[in-house]
């Protein structure tokens, strides 16, 4: 039976996907798990795989396009079936004129609210997948699809945002693909509501304002050059700006002498093939704290919190792309030399932006170390939805007092920034003390 192979959503709030390149051609007979198409995310430039077996019978996103999330990219149907059938599903997703044949052989549409589809019916009447699901729409599906008359066509996430605040679809006008409701479009939506409701009803009505295009003069910088955002540095700048905005962040600092850390490295790298960085340390000592207090391992949602059932730990590296943070599977449970060839591994197709999807969502907390650069201590901003954030800097020979003298010791500043709706200030402290004690104790890292 024809159906729709739709953009995969391949994060929790991603909304579309560029489409890179098509791994395939139409045509092509596809197994299950079969690679189709490069699409680069929000985070990183993966590979999509088709969900199931079948014959290519239309490519319907060029290369180069940005895709909604749940939109339909090509059609897919089974060897011997009768290509007119799939011709009719072509014709809904492009928005021609079904076959004759098809359209008599085919069902009205029903008009629903929660369909996600392009111009004409395309998509399920149901929400865009959750990463992992199955990503083929049947025909049958399609067929019930809603009619063009009173649709709303909207990215799940939003769908699951207006619940959230109580805003209705219909009133706003989507500016998506379409005519689909996006993110902004509900963000500058909920911002009128809540500004139209904090002004007296007596009040005069505030004059019209024209939307600035931007709010950098050209004029004022003459010889500049303009250097549009790549997607990635969007995203960064929406979501840290998204976290200072919504998480109450508040800091913790501690001293660490890491004399007995440095002298454990250097025999451990002494003693193997394997390099062993004061970063894997460090991320090995989060790990092993996160463990040991489970309820910083969690991650904030308005309804609850999700205690996490394994430790992993994201680290924060500068691609040339801009900032990613992979994350460690079950960073507690790893000897050192694995953990470190983790870390190497994702750094290195990170920067070569072959890190698959699922390597760069989870965990409640990410380790940044700028200590490489010579920076002594810095404050993180807290990668959304995760609790905590630890910064780490360089570790400098300082005077400190031992026994009521003054001697020489290897100092390493540790600042964490927490969420303080979901980790309370003395659990931080605990959690950021016992990380310290690791650090000051390595040998408790080996066991």
């Given amino acids: 039976m024809a159906k729709y192979f739709i953009m995969p959503g391949l994060s929790a709030d991603a909304e579309e996907a560029l489409l890179e390149d098509w791994l395939i051609k139409e045509g092509d007979e596809l197994s299950e798990g079969q690679p189709i198409a490069t699409v680069e995310t929000d985070k990183a430039v993966v590979d999509i795989d088709i969900t199931d077996d079948g014959v290519v019978h239309r490519l319907l996103v060029d290369t180069g396009t940005n895709v909604p999330v749940g939109d339909p990219i090509l059609v897919l149907r089974d060897a011997d079936e009768d290509p007119a059938e799939a011709d009719r599903l072509v014709a809904l997703a492009t928005g021609g004129s079904a076959p004759a044949e098809a359209e008599a052989a085919a069902p009205a549409p029903e008009a629903t609210h929660e369909a996600s589809p392009p111009a004409e019916p395309a998509a399920p009447a149901k929400a865009a997948p959750a990463p992992g699901a199955p990503d083929s729409v049947e025909q049958g599906d399609a067929a019930s699809a809603p009619a063009p008359t009173g649709r709303i066509f909207v990215t799940p996430i939003v769908r699951r945002l207006a619940r959230e605040h109580g805003v209705d679809l219909s009133t706003i006008t989507g500016t998506g693909v379409n005519g689909r409701i996006i993110r902004r479009d509900f963000d500058k939506a909920l911002a009128e509501r809540d500004a139209a409701a904090s002004v007296p009803q007596n009040a005069p009505a505030p004059a019209p304002v024209e939307p600035a295009a931007s709010s950098i003069d050209p004029a004022a910088y003459p010889g500049a050059e303009f250097i549009e955002h790549p997607k990635l540095r969007k995203v960064i700048a929406r979501r840290l700006q998204q976290s200072k905005r919504e998480a109450p962040h508040f800091y913790l600092r501690r001293s660490v002498q890491v004399d007995d ?75 050192l030399s694995a953990l470190s060839a983790s870390i190497k591994d994702l750094a290195s197709r990170g920067n070569e932006n072959r890190l698959k999807q699922d390597e760069l969502v989870g965990g409640a907390l990410t380790v940044s170390n700028l200590g490489m650069f010579g920076i002594e201590s810095f404050e993180a901003i807290i990668n959304p939805p995760q609790s905590a954030i630890l910064a780490v800097g360089a570790a400098v020979k300082k005077p400190i007092v031992v026994d009521d003298a003054i001697s020489v010791g290897t100092m390493m500043e540790l600042s964490i920034s927490a969420d303080h709706r979901s980790v309370d200030g003395a659990l931080a402290a605990q959690f950021l003390s016992r990380i310290v004690e690791l650090l000051e104790a390595p040998f408790g890292l080996l066991i």
């Fill in 261 to 335: 850390l440095l002298a454990l490295r250097k025999q451990l790298n002494e003693s193997s093939s394997v390099r062993i960085s004061v970063n894997d340390l460090v991320v090995k000592a989060a790990a092993k704290a996160l463990a040991e207090f489970p309820e910083v391992n969690s991650v904030w949602d308005d309804a609850g919190s999700y205690r996490l059932a394994t430790v992993d730990v994201a680290v924060a590296v500068a691609s040339d792309r801009g900032l990613i943070t992979p994350v460690v599977r079950n960073a507690d449970q790893l000897a």
